[in-house]
């Protein structure tokens, strides 16, 4: 039976081992006993997407999508529908070695129906340089009051494997009651609607991009985007969509995460999403002290 568990949140700091290094790949999170994906079948590209901007950064090739991102351009691209719900995945190998300030993106959003006050649902990596892991970032924006605030939600992961080995699946599945991320159909994060105001529920598109956000990416921007190693690459493959699109019935429902189709989470499903945050959680927005928490009620 699935059950709608609150995410524990973890102390706010970095997880290192005795050294101060994060903890190493190579170790498994427990089994979740259950595989969202297996539940939504592989979509070709062209089917269901299309690309955004600098088709000249990007290549098709045997079911893989490569973008990359050189001084003169990165590459993205979008989704041939906007949906109000669904699951939405693909698998990801990100580029090795100096990447700081380079953002690879799978994300929902719908800024350009909603400019200025737009909504938004992120699996990002930022950049990196070679002596240290990959940060996964999760984040949701919520701007429908068109206040002109910005107001993140991040959370930040190391992971339990090398991302620029292989490739590895990333989704994210959104429902009328819960936004929850997955990595290996491991969930890392669940985002619970507590309120309208704090919950997404605009129609959006799904994109995939890379670029330079030299300003912030690696360590608030201490580190740039270095043209000297480019171009940065990320693959992309094994694209999963499942949802119901802005203008489906309202008898239209998105897939489940768990076995139940009410949603929620096992306690087994949330067993391992513990075993990732207690492990490789580096950073928390409820619990980030120099956060105004008023403007984020849910927490």
């Given amino acids: 039976m699935a059950l709608f568990l609150p995410i524990l949140?973890?102390?706010?700091?970095?997880?290192?081992?005795?050294?101060?290094?994060?903890?190493?790949?190579?170790?498994?999170?427990?089994?979740?006993?259950?595989?969202?994906?297996?539940?939504?079948?592989?979509?070709?590209?062209?089917?269901?997407?299309?690309?955004?901007?600098?088709?000249?950064?990007?290549?098709?090739?045997?079911?893989?999508?490569?973008?990359?991102?050189?001084?003169s351009s990165g590459s993205g691209f979008k989704s041939r529908k906007s949906y109000r719900s669904g699951y939405f995945g693909t698998a990801i190998k990100l580029h090795p070695g100096y990447t700081a300030g380079v953002i690879t993106s799978f994300y929902l959003s719908n800024s350009e129906d909603h400019p200025g006050h737009h909504d938004e649902i992120d699996i990002e990596f930022l950049g990196t340089t070679?002596?240290?892991?990959?940060?996964?970032?999760?984040?949701?924006?919520?701007?429908?009051?068109?206040?002109?605030?910005?107001?993140?939600?991040?959370?930040?992961?190391?992971?339990?494997?090398?991302?620029?080995?292989?490739?590895?699946?990333?989704?994210?599945l959104w429902t009328p009651n819960e936004i929850i991320f997955f990595v290996d159909d491991v969930?890392?994060?669940?985002?619970?609607?507590?309120?309208?105001?704090?919950?997404?529920?605009?129609?959006?598109?799904?994109?995939?991009?890379?670029?330079?956000?030299?300003?912030?990416?690696?360590e608030n921007g201490r580190y740039k985007a270095n043209y000297v190693y480019q171009p940065f690459i990320g693959k992309y493959r094994n694209f999963k969509l499942k949802g119901c699109e802005a203008d489906s019935p309202q008898s239209c429902h998105p897939p489940s995460g768990s076995p139940a189709a009410t949603g929620g989470l096992t306690r087994q499903q949330v067993a391992a999403m513990q075993w990732v945050q207690t492990r490789y959680k580096v950073y928390d927005y409820c619990i980030d002290p120099k956060r105004d928490h008023t403007q984020t009620p849910e927490c």
């Fill in 187 to 218: 969930p890392i994060r669940r985002y619970e609607r507590k309120s309208e105001v704090t919950f997404p529920l605009r129609p959006m598109y799904v994109y995939g991009s890379i670029w330079d956000a030299s300003s912030w990416a690696t």
């Fill in 9 to 71: 949140l973890c102390i706010f700091t970095i997880s290192t081992d005795a050294q101060g290094n994060p903890p190493s790949t190579g170790y498994n999170p427990p089994s979740t006993g259950y595989n969202p994906s297996s539940m939504v079948d592989t979509v070709a590209f062209d089917q269901a997407y299309r690309t955004l901007w600098g088709p000249q950064n990007q290549r098709f090739d045997q079911q893989s999508l490569t973008l990359w991102l050189d001084q």
């Fill in 130 to 172: 070679p002596d240290k892991p990959y940060i996964l970032q999760t984040n949701v924006y919520i701007r429908g009051s068109g206040d002109g605030n910005i107001i993140g939600r991040e959370h930040r992961v190391h992971l339990w494997f090398d991302p620029t080995a292989d490739f590895h699946d990333y989704a994210i």
